[in-house]
């Protein structure tokens, strides 16, 4: 090695992080850290209950820091509607700096808990890998723990610290406990998680159905009322559609649904809302969103369908098609569930019937109605 190279940590095998752990717990852990094993018991009493997978997996860190002391916490845990691991709980740092220093898909973490089912404590020093995403959380340490469903690992808890050596082998060992005691839960409310995916899936488009936009619309109010914030409700429906299905027939028409729901679905937050909401007619709920800010996502959405190209049957059989929007805003134009449905309809309906591919806000339409009364 010349002056000028800086020396490598060696990078040995992440077996070397693995915690060789046990179903029960040896007397002196027992007489010192009968305060965590307290926290362990208050779980089990807890699997009966029923939650829903996100709250389970946030207690579950949230009793973590119970049982040791950790400055960021990452869990992962398995999406079967997009067939992978998903970020689903983070602590102690900014969601947007944790989803790029995290990795919203899993981590090197992540896969080494799914390999060996084991507890892992690690350090830097010692695995190139383990030490690129210690630099990337800001982190000198960690535990990662398995999480189970069914006895099949499906996804992991990682806790993370800056000082060296944070974490001890007791602490892995009754992370791991409280782990197997999760278990029953977590497989619960996973296959029931499955059960509600299917049911709020709309099985030709893949965008939620009309009933989960009610309950996320009923949602978002109570959110809005209590953070004081407006959302905006985008009523879109296509234009001249019978005319294209008694044309070329249902299962083109059906193909042309999908390709639209695609359409609106690209380049959306993940905290919006995308439905079918019958027939040829979509909803989209955009939180913290004014009127110019709804307007703005509305004339994207209806360029990219104008622009977009839709085969009738063949390559050769080429369709151009529009969409009209109709957009009210909470607060802004109504107070109440029923009537912020009705003005963004009635804000669509006047659209098409003002010559289609168009974007119109309610309030636009409440100043016209206005003039004509006067």
Same mark, same amino acid.
């Given at each position: 090695m010349s002056a000028h190279e800086v020396p490598q940590p060696a990078s040995c095998p992440p077996e070397r992080f693995v915690v060789e752990v046990f179903s029960e717990l040896n007397r002196e852990t027992i007489q010192n850290r009968w305060g965590e094993i307290n926290v362990?018991? !208050?779980?089990?009493?807890?699997?009966?209950?029923?939650?829903?997978?996100?709250?389970?997996? =946030?207690?579950?860190?949230?009793?973590?820091?119970?049982?040791?002391?950790?400055?960021?916490?990452?869990?992962?845990?398995?999406?079967?509607?997009?067939?992978?691991?998903?970020? !689903? +709980?983070? !602590?102690?740092? /900014?969601?947007?700096?944790?989803?790029? =220093?995290?990795?919203? &898909?899993?981590?090197?973490?992540?896969?080494?808990?799914?390999?060996?089912? !084991?507890?892992?404590?690690?350090?830097?020093? &010692? =695995?190139?890998?383990?030490?690129? *995403?210690?630099?990337?959380?800001?982190?000198?340490?960690? *535990?990662?723990?398995?999480?189970?469903?069914?006895?099949?690992?499906?996804?992991?808890?990682?806790?993370?610290?800056?000082?060296? /050596?944070?974490?001890?082998?007791?602490?892995?060992?009754? *992370?791991?406990?409280?782990?197997? +005691?999760? /278990? =029953?839960?977590?497989?619960?409310?996973y296959a029931n998680e499955g059960l509600l995916r299917f049911a709020f899936t709309d099985y030709l488009t893949g965008l939620k159905t009309r009933g989960y936009f009610e309950q996320q619309l009923e949602l978002e109010f109570k959110r809005a009322e209590r953070r004081r914030q407006k959302f905006a409700l985008l009523m879109i429906d296509i234009d001249h559609f019978k005319q294209l299905n008694d044309t070329f027939g249902h299962h083109v028409g059906d193909q042309v649904l999908r390709d639209v729901a695609s359409i609106l679905m690209k380049d959306m937050r993940e905290v919006d809302t995308v439905a079918r909401y019958g027939g040829e007619e979509f909803v989209i709920i955009l939180p913290e969103t004014t009127e110019s800010g709804a307007r703005y996502v509305a004339q994207r959405l209806r360029r990219a369908v104008e622009q977009a190209k839709f085969f009738a049957g063949s390559p050769q059989a080429i369709q151009h098609l529009t969409i009209s929007i109709g957009i009210a805003v909470y607060d802004a134009d109504a107070q109440f569930k029923r009537d912020l449905i009705e003005f963004a309809d009635a804000a669509l309906y006047s659209a098409k019937h003002g010559g289609r591919n168009q974007v119109l806000c309610y309030s636009e339409l409440a100043k016209t109605q206005k003039k004509e009364v006067s």
């Amino acid at each position: 090695m010349s002056a000028h190279e800086v020396p490598q940590p060696a990078s040995c095998p992440p077996e070397r992080f693995v915690v060789e752990v046990f179903s029960e717990l040896n007397r002196e852990t027992i007489q010192n850290r009968w305060g965590e094993i307290n926290v362990v018991l !208050r779980l089990s009493m807890l699997t009966g209950l029923q939650m829903q997978l996100d709250a389970t997996l =946030n207690m579950m860190c949230d009793m973590a820091a119970e049982i040791t002391s950790f400055e960021k916490a990452l869990i992962y845990f398995w999406d079967e509607g997009q067939e992978g691991v998903q970020l !689903r +709980v983070l !602590r102690g740092f /900014e969601e947007k700096m944790a989803r790029i =220093n995290g990795a919203p &898909h899993g981590n090197i973490f992540n896969f080494w808990a799914t390999k060996y089912s !084991r507890p892992l404590l690690v350090t830097r020093g &010692h =695995n190139l890998q383990a030490d690129a *995403l210690m630099d990337a959380v800001m982190a000198n340490s960690a *535990l990662t723990v398995p999480l189970f469903v069914s006895n099949r690992v499906m996804g992991s808890m990682q806790l993370f610290c800056t000082e060296s /050596e944070a974490f001890k082998r007791e602490d892995a060992q009754l *992370l791991w406990i409280m782990s197997l +005691v999760a /278990e =029953n839960l977590l497989t619960r409310e996973y296959a029931n998680e499955g059960l509600l995916r299917f049911a709020f899936t709309d099985y030709l488009t893949g965008l939620k159905t009309r009933g989960y936009f009610e309950q996320q619309l009923e949602l978002e109010f109570k959110r809005a009322e209590r953070r004081r914030q407006k959302f905006a409700l985008l009523m879109i429906d296509i234009d001249h559609f019978k005319q294209l299905n008694d044309t070329f027939g249902h299962h083109v028409g059906d193909q042309v649904l999908r390709d639209v729901a695609s359409i609106l679905m690209k380049d959306m937050r993940e905290v919006d809302t995308v439905a079918r909401y019958g027939g040829e007619e979509f909803v989209i709920i955009l939180p913290e969103t004014t009127e110019s800010g709804a307007r703005y996502v509305a004339q994207r959405l209806r360029r990219a369908v104008e622009q977009a190209k839709f085969f009738a049957g063949s390559p050769q059989a080429i369709q151009h098609l529009t969409i009209s929007i109709g957009i009210a805003v909470y607060d802004a134009d109504a107070q109440f569930k029923r009537d912020l449905i009705e003005f963004a309809d009635a804000a669509l309906y006047s659209a098409k019937h003002g010559g289609r591919n168009q974007v119109l806000c309610y309030s636009e339409l409440a100043k016209t109605q206005k003039k004509e009364v006067s």
